[in-house]
């Protein structure tokens, strides 16, 4: 049967980093209970085997670009520094080193290397320059900070030259910092007029007059949209109209957060606005958090473009570095490292957060989607199980937990999860729906409950009609169990037109021609979905087969030698080695006739399936 091992939650928001970086979220308000990381060093995963012995600068130089390639960052640090040790006047290894270690949450080492290559010069590398003001604006040296932004633009009587908008809001923040409001208030009211920059600045205005006690001028500039959707906006503004006396506007406020009845900031806010507590402003507290807000929102920004900057983990980290015990800062730092599939710098980021009574479903979510594809999914269990205990009319933490138990080919324990989820979402949100609904498909018909899966993955149709792997998925499902063969059929080619370059889909529809015996029109296909999979094994292993059935039998054999000499893949758990060794002995039609079938294997799942649901959700949380 067909298998999305893979198939991810495509829940909206919670389940995604991209999703949540697209909110470019200020800082956590901080719960009564939070542990402060101010004295901490930066999170950082466990320390990995010590690099190679290389020898002169070729060597580290070259064994540093590859890790760099691979966003091995620890590893890239390592060889990084030891090319700069060897060439320190060069500008390239030393900001290839900077990047690398800040990359990794180096933060005091990045620190260190900085100081040293700036002692014989006036100024670094521009992320050396970066990285100063991060660390002055960490120990509020407003006056340094000041004077290192005045340095780098000379012309410019102590402002930012025209058009750096980053120094720009640094400065102003600074001066803040200095005592200067005035002024502070006047820079980022000119900074405003900047094309394309209206959203963020009318933010930072807002959070610096609330910092001031300006409430009024804040809550103007929140009320005509400065806040931009994300959530602590959400509760800034509220905050605000509590200083004013207004908790009934407060609580509306909040009442119009998307899940917020699953948000820890909003729910204690709400608490205390009802119960008629004092609520003080401290989502930004001091011109420290307003920096580290700038660094955050430029990392937020660099992370959603259409081409995603790598300067968005710099930035996300000096945010957190600046600001250690900012929720929302190692949040997006941990996403972007998921992009990066850095998953154990990943789970440092996680384990900030719960030491900071910060453990919000949305980061709880992307944490357990970290430890499943770091290959540790009894943890991700846990944290799964976790998660529904303590949120347990939170659908998304259900969807969680049974994907995981899917992936694990705990079929029918992941049903009832399913269950719960859809028993929580209501019938009127068809976004919200089809995706259990096609995962508790997939999980019923592989624990051998057909009928319930064939209803499931028809709603799901229903609501998803162009959707590549759900109309591959039923439509083999139909032709694997001789059921329905022309719209079987026609489900699958309609998938191919829709997702073309999917090799598993190719996959599929080939071999949905094998099984109705149609081996000539499998050939192109297979050829195709093996030109764009080269490497996977069961592919490889299904032209060989393909090819048998035509008359191409050297070629079939090659194939299936080269299935054999293939590192295992995610679909590795339907490469049977034994019976492609004995294809090669005795030929594909004599191992058919001991099996008596037609040349699938009992248990065949087509790769065509295995690996769709990572490719899926950005398509469909765009739709």
Do not use: C
Request: aromatic share 6%; hydrophobic share 45%; proline share 6%.
């Amino acid at each position: 049967m067909p298998r999305p091992d893979n198939l991810r939650s495509e829940e909206p928001a919670q389940a995604t980093p991209e999703a949540e970086l697209q909110e470019a979220q200020p800082a956590d308000a901080q719960p009564a209970d939070a542990q402060p990381l101010a004295e901490e060093p930066a999170a950082q995963a466990p320390a990995a085997d010590p690099a190679p012995l290389t020898y002169g600068l070729a060597g580290p130089y070259l064994a540093g670009r590859i890790a760099a390639v691979e966003s091995d960052f620890q590893a890239a640090a390592r060889y990084f520094k030891q090319a700069v040790a060897h060439d320190p006047g060069d500008r390239y290894l030393q900001d290839s080193a900077l990047v690398a270690m800040i990359s990794a949450g180096q933060m005091e080492a990045a620190l260190e290397l900085t100081q040293q290559l700036t002692q014989d010069q006036q100024t670094g590398t521009d992320l050396a320059g970066l990285l100063l003001r991060a660390d002055m604006a960490k120990n509020e040296d407003w006056d340094g900070l000041l004077a290192l932004i005045h340095a780098d633009n000379p012309d410019a009587e102590a402002e930012p030259r025209p058009g750096n908008l980053l120094d720009g809001m640094l400065a102003a923040w600074a001066k803040l910092g200095a005592g200067d409001a005035t002024e502070a208030l006047a820079d980022l009211e000119k900074l405003r007029t900047t094309p394309g920059a209206a959203g963020m600045l009318d933010y930072q205005l807002a959070m610096a007059r609330a910092v001031v006690g300006d409430f009024e001028g804040a809550e103007e500039l929140l009320d005509t949209g400065a806040e931009g959707g994300h959530l602590m906006a959400y509760v800034a503004r509220a905050q605000v109209l509590a200083q004013l006396d207004r908790p009934d506007e407060a609580l509306a406020s909040l009442a119009e957060v998307p899940g917020g009845d699953a948000e820890p900031p909003v729910m204690a806010l709400r608490s205390a606005l009802e119960a008629g507590e004092d609520v003080t402003f401290d989502v930004v507290r001091s011109p420290r958090d307003g920096i580290a807000q700038v660094f955050l929102t430029f990392a937020s920004a660099l992370a959603t473009s259409p081409e995603p900057e790598p300067l968005a983990l710099i930035h996300a980290r000096l945010a957190s570095w600046v600001a250690p015990d900012m929720g929302d800062a190692r949040l997006v730092t941990a996403q972007i490292l998921q992009m990066h599939s850095q998953y154990d710098l990943a789970e440092a980021e996680f384990d900030a957060l719960r030491r900071l009574g910060q453990v919000r479903p949305v980061a709880e979510l992307s944490r357990i989607d970290a430890l499943a594809r770091a290959g540790r999914p009894d943890e991700a269990e846990k944290a799964a199980l976790a998660l529904t205990a303590a949120y347990p009319d939170l659908a998304a933490a259900w969807i969680a937990q049974g994907d995981l138990l899917r992936q694990q080919d705990k079929f029918a324990a992941a049903v009832p999860a399913y269950d719960k989820a859809l028993s929580l979402i209501g019938e009127d949100d068809a976004d919200a729906l089809w995706f259990p609904l096609y995962a508790r498909g997939i999980a019923l018909e592989r624990s051998g409950q057909f009928e319930r899966a064939e209803a499931d993955l028809r709603a799901a149709l229903e609501i998803r009609p162009e959707q590549p792997s759900l109309l591959n998925y039923l439509g083999y499902s139909w032709i694997d169990r001789n059921e329905n063969l022309e719209e079987g059929l026609s489900l699958i080619q309609k998938a191919v037109e829709l997702a073309p370059d999917d090799g598993y889909i190719q996959d599929s529809l080939a071999w949905a021609y094998y099984r109705l015996g149609r081996y000539q029109e499998a050939v192109a296909p297979m050829e195709q979905a093996a030109r764009s999979m080269s490497s996977d094994p069961l592919i490889n292993d299904h032209l060989g087969d393909i090819y048998w059935k035509v008359g191409r039998k050297r070629e079939a054999e090659v194939q299936w030698r080269r299935a054999l000499s293939l590192e295992p893949t995610e679909t590795d758990n339907d490469v049977d080695p034994d019976r492609i060794r004995a294809k090669l002995d005795r030929g594909l039609d004599a191992v058919m006739a001991e099996e008596g079938g037609d040349g699938a294997p009992a248990d065949y799942s087509p790769a065509s399936a295995q690996d769709e649901g990572d490719t899926d959700g950005a398509e469909t949380q765009s739709e």
